[in-house]
Nanobody, 121 residues
C-alpha cells in the first residue's frame, strides 16, 4: 500500500517562503510521476508541479518562476519550494503519485491527506 505524507505547511506572510515535503512509502522514482496539487476553498483542484521518473519537471503557469519541485530518491521524498508567496497561493496542497504498469494499463493515483498553506497579506 502506497502512503504519501505531506508536511511543511503553515502560515506565512506574503512574500515569504515555505518548503513542502512529501514522504513516500517506496522509491519515488518507481512512480511514473510525482505531483503537487492544490485546492483553494470553493475552487477545483489545480496541478501545481510535477516531476517524472526521468527527473524532468513541469511547473504550473500560475506559480512559474516562484515554485520549484525536486526529488530525493534516497529519502523517498519530493519537495515543493515555494517562494514569493501570495495570498492567492492559500490552499491545501496535496501530494500525488502516478503509476502505470504499461501503456495498456490504467493509471493508478495515490494521494496524501494534504497540508494547509495560508498566506496572509
Amino acid at each position: 500500500q502506497v502512503q504519501l505524507v505531506e508536511s511543511g505547511g503553515g502560515l506565512v506572510q506574503a512574500g515569504g517562503s515555505l518548503r513542502l515535503s512529501c514522504a513516500a512509502s517506496g522509491s519515488i522514482f518507481s512512480f511514473n510521476a510525482m505531483c503537487w496539487y492544490r485546492q483553494a476553498p470553493g475552487k477545483k483542484r489545480e496541478l501545481v508541479a510535477n516531476i517524472n521518473k526521468g527527473g524532468s519537471t513541469d511547473i504550473g503557469h500560475s506559480v512559474k518562476g516562484r515554485f520549484t519541485i525536486s526529488g530525493d530518491n534516497a529519502k523517498s521524498t519530493v519537495y515543493l519550494q515555494m517562494n514569493s508567496l501570495k495570498p492567492e497561493d492559500t490552499a491545501v496542497y496535496y501530494c500525488n503519485a502516478r503509476y502505470q504498469y504499461s501503456d495498456y494499463d490504467p493509471w493508478l493515483d495515490y494521494w496524501g491527506k494534504g497540508t494547509l498553506v495560508t498566506v496572509s497579506s
